[in-house]
C-alpha cells in the first residue's frame, strides 16, 4: 500500500507570495491533518480535517489554511508568506479521527521563504 | 494545556549499549502517549504509543517505554543500540478527548550511535 504523499518536495517563494501544498493520504484513511516543523518552535500541529471538514486547528493566524476533497486528499494554503514560514509541513493521515488510530507521516513539502 | 519536556536534546551511546530517552509529559487529563522516529529527510514513523492499555508498551524495532503515573514520566528504552537507531526521536501527547490526531510534541532528541 503507498505512503502518505506529499508535492512537491521542495518549493521556494518570495514573502508576500502565496503557496499550496498538496496531500494523498494513505488508501482507506479519512483522517489528514497538518503539521509545520521548524528547529525553533519544533512540530506544531496546524489542523485536522475528516471527511471534508475542519475537526480541529492548531494555534496559527488566519493565512494558514486548508481543505479536504471528496476523495481525502487534502491541500493547505499559506498566503501573504513570511520569512517565518520556512519550515517543512507535514502532513499525516490516519483511518479515522481518534485515540486508537495513529499518524502516519509523508516526507514533508520543505518551503523556503526568501 | 498539556505539554511534554523531553530531558537531553542530544544522546550518545556506544553500539550494543543501553538507550534511554526521556520524556516527561503535563496533562491536566489521563494522556495518550506516543513516540515517534524521525531519519532524516523523512516524515515521522510510530515506534509506540501508550493508551492506558498496559504500563510497559512495546513498540517496533526492539523499542519500549513504560508509562509511570506518579513521575509523569514515559521514556523509550531499548537494551541494545544499532548503528540504524541512529535519528531524531520525538515524545508526543495527547489529551483524551483530541484523539491521536492533534499532538503535542516535545523538541526532539537526537540520537548517535557510536561504533
Known amino acids: 500500500k503507498a505512503g502518505v504523499t506529499q508535492t512537491p518536495r521542495y518549493l521556494i517563494k518570495t514573502r508576500g507570495q502565496q503557496v499550496t501544498l498538496s496531500c494523498s493520504p494513505i488508501?482507506?484513511?479519512?483522517?489528514v491533518s497538518w503539521y509545520q516543523q521548524t528547529p525553533g518552535q519544533g512540530l506544531q500541529f496546524l489542523f485536522e480535517?475528516?471527511?471534508?471538514?475542519?475537526?480541529n486547528k492548531g494555534n496559527f493566524p488566519g493565512r494558514f489554511s486548508g481543505r479536504q476533497f471528496s476523495n481525502s486528499r487534502s491541500e493547505m494554503n499559506v498566503s501573504t508568506l513570511e520569512l517565518g514560514d520556512s519550515a517543512l509541513y507535514l502532513c499525516?493521515?490516519?483511518?479515522?479521527?481518534?485515540?486508537?488510530?495513529?499518524?502516519?507521516f509523508g516526507n514533508g513539502t520543505r518551503l523556503t521563504v526568501t | 494545556a498539556q505539554s511534554v519536556t523531553q530531558l537531553g536534546s542530544h544522546v550518545s551511546v556506544s553500539e550494543g549499549a543501553l538507550v534511554l530517552l526521556r520524556c516527561n509529559y503535563s496533562s491536566s487529563v489521563p494522556p495518550y502517549l506516543f513516540w515517534y522516529v524521525q531519519y532524516p529527510n523523512q516524515g515521522l514513523q510510530l515506534l509506540l504509543k501508550?493508551?492506558?492499555?498496559?504500563?510497559l508498551v512495546k513498540g517496533i524495532n526492539g523499542f519500549e517505554a513504560e508509562f509511570k503515573k506518579s513521575e509523569t514520566s514515559f521514556h523509550l528504552t531499548k537494551p541494545s543500540a544499532h548503528m540504524s537507531d541512529a535519528a531524531e526521536y520525538f515524545c508526543a501527547v495527547s489529551d483524551h478527548g483530541q484523539g491521536a490526531q492533534k499532538l503535542v510534541f516535545g523538541q526532539g532528541t537526537r540520537l548517535t550511535i557510536n561504533p
Open positions: 488508501s482507506g484513511h479519512r483522517s
Open positions: 499525516a493521515s490516519s483511518t479515522v479521527t481518534g485515540w486508537n488510530s495513529p499518524l502516519h
Open positions: 501508550y493508551t492506558s492499555a498496559a504500563t
Open positions: 480535517y475528516f471527511s471534508e471538514t475542519q475537526r
